[in-house]
């Protein structure tokens, strides 16, 4: 069964950079990496998203090795707002063709 | 980003009865919808994948007579729980695919069936 795994917590001081990578070895070849933050009951906001390399906006951002089979969010400079849980979302080809959310990791921010 | 939309927000319903759910995609078109589930503290499930004009494909373990989904349109569709029991209590949440296959969530729906 593929999985899209992730470490479960993070602990952070704010200030700090907070690195958050996701594994996907089943990853499809043609499609996007992307990264959310989830606060409770609410719904996924987009972070950022990527296909290689290194990929950067005004909050986050994206690293990607050659072979794609993981990926690291970067948060330059955490706030206490910060504090949520963040997923990877990645399309993989296991038998069939698929959207798989990873595990999630659930950072607090410490001020 | 572009605006998702879900109604109802919350709802309690009793054991037996169907529940309808409304994702709207406010400010663009989308072919592709998708419905996940969340339980507490754990990740989103996808339940199944809703192209418009045609039947929903529904991932492996979910019921497509249970959850009855309808894409009637570019900017909505509908995710019906049907005969609805406390196991199906959880957190609904739908998406819509932007052009790069980014996905744009909705809020959530949270249900509670007693």
């Known amino acids: 069964l593929a999985k899209t795994t992730q470490p479960i917590s993070m602990d952070s001081y704010e200030g700090q950079e907070v690195n958050i990578t996701c594994s996907h070895n089943?990853?499809?070849?043609?499609?996007?990496i992307t990264w959310y933050q989830q606060f409770p009951s609410q719904g996924p906001r987009f972070i950022i998203q990527g296909y290689k390399t290194k990929v950067t906006n005004e909050v986050a951002s994206l690293f990607i090795p050659a072979d794609r089979k993981s990926s690291t969010l970067s948060l330059p400079r955490v706030s206490l707002s910060d504090t949520a849980v963040y997923y990877c979302?990645?399309?993989?080809?296991?038998?069939?063709?698929?959207?798989?959310f990873g595990t999630g990791t659930r950072l607090k921010v410490l001020a | 980003g572009a605006v998702v939309s879900q109604h109802p927000s919350r709802v309690i319903c009793k054991s037996g009865t169907s529940v309808k759910i409304e994702c709207r995609s406010l400010d663009f078109q989308a072919t592709t919808m998708f419905w996940y589930r969340q339980f507490p503290k754990k990740s989103l499930m996808l339940m199944a994948t809703s192209n418009e004009g045609s039947k929903a494909t529904y991932e492996q373990g979910v019921e497509k007579d249970k959850f009855l989904i309808n894409h009637a349109s570019l900017t909505l569709s509908t995710l019906t729980v049907t005969s609805a029991h406390p196991e199906d209590s959880s957190f609904y949440i739908c998406?819509?695919?932007?052009?790069?296959?980014?996905?744009?969530f909705g809020p959530g729906t949270r249900l509670t069936v007693l």
């Open positions: 089943n990853i499809a070849t043609n499609d996007y």
């Open positions: 979302l990645v399309a993989i080809t296991s038998g069939t063709y698929k959207y798989i």
């Open positions: 998406s819509a695919s932007g052009r790069r296959n980014e996905q744009f």
